[in-house]
């Protein structure tokens, strides 16, 4: 297929195809496309013009047509996204690449799809030429929709198209009944690759070695190749322990697997460095090499601390902007509801109630006049909220670190998509274990919760830059109840 030919070729799933998938010329997209451009045109104006008159023009149908060709463009990066879930977290085959692409690659091409003025709702073009509200979305419409072709960061529509398939909500759901959602510590260790063993030293590899040994011996025995991974047994500790040839007892190979775990989430964030190690042919055992200066590992390590301190001070920074903007946004939300208006004043002493006093929805419906536990779920939704402020996060920290990275040569601009399909998964990885793990555990614990995660500090700091004292102790329950 010619660079061009995207532009007119839609990859569509077929069930009867050995892949699952294939390839389908559009007549419409391809007429328009070639009676509008030229095809020795380079991609990135193409592109540029098409959005253009995707978002621009007065012509419906040519606003139509043109998202039809940005539609075709965007199902390639989409059943690759696809594909490279399936390599990440698909190799015990619970599943496949087929049972993502109903959930993304949703697009049969058969409508002519445009926005309405809002620029938010999709609307189907009939035959009369008339404009009709859609409940139904297609994912490869929202992606048009929500990228920014002006954005700070200038990310290619390919590499947007990636990221938001990666992070689509039902797509992100259905991952989540495997396990993959917040990975465990030990389903990082089970999951670790040999690229990512190589960044650490000779003893940890060996731990980690140790650990695939017997662990992920025992879950392919009992066929447990779906759900989370539970702690090593004391069995599988003292077993792991006579592995290795080291002085060390089955606690410290829990303790020291744990930090182990810490490394990979947060391994080499910037790009693949050479290894400070290599085997020596006559000892069989890794030495430091002797072609690097004395001082480089010394630089090295202050390099990877340098970049950890930026990366915490980032991940505050963003995490406290997007929690600002998320809670603001789900106010207003409230506030232009007709049947929630009312309790869009509620929502931050509900806020309060659920993280500072740690009360479920139940205990709060009653103190905000809420008639029962779902209408106060449907209003308050701490779910939605992390969620929310998750996404905005991530996609706030990628820019800030794509940015550093540009500066410092690391990466070109636009970044390849090999570097920022690693990036993000590592960025997501960082942030998961930094801060919104360990919230999802405390919305997920029901009675006798704790909130002390980080993000649940970080609402009551918001809340209490926000709000009075005074505000929120009027609605305060007594002593009584």
Known sequence: MSDSAKYWNLWQISPSHPSGYRSQPLSIAHAYFEQQFDRSCEDTLLQSALLSQFRESLDVLDRAQAGLCLRCSVSDPILKACKKLENLFGGDRSFTYRDLLPFVLNDDGKRLILLDDDGKTQVVISRSGEACRIAFKTFAVEILRTFKANALNRMSLNNWAYLQTKQNAELRAYLSEFGFQNLSDWALLNRAKLKQLAQLSDRDRAMVEAFHAVYRRDRRSQRATAGSCPDPSMQQLEEMQKQLPLAITPQQVFIALKQIAVQLRQYDIWSYREPLEIKDADSNEYVTRTDLPSSAIDETEIEQQEFLEFLREQLQRVLTQAIEQEIHSM???????????????????????????????????????????????????????????????????????????????????????????????????????????????????????SMTSVYAKQILSYIAGRSSQSELKSLQPSSST
């Open 331 to 449: 106010i207003v939300n409230l506030e232009n509801s007709k049947r929630y208006a009312p309790f869009a004043k509620k929502f931050i002493p509900g806020l309060q109630f659920y993280y500072g006093q740690s009360l479920s929805l139940k205990e709060i419906a009653p103190l905000l006049e809420m008639t029962s536990w779902d209408q106060a779920r449907r209003i308050l939704n701490p779910g939605e909220l992390l969620s929310r402020v998750r996404s905005s996060t991530l996609q706030n920290l990628l820019d800030v670190v794509l940015k550093k990275a540009e500066q410092q040569g690391l990466t070109q601009n636009p970044p390849e998509s090999n570097y920022l399909r690693s990036l993000v998964e590592q960025i997501e990885a960082y942030a998961d274990a930094e801060v919104f793990q360990a919230a999802v555990e405390e919305i997920r614990a029901g009675k006798h919760r």
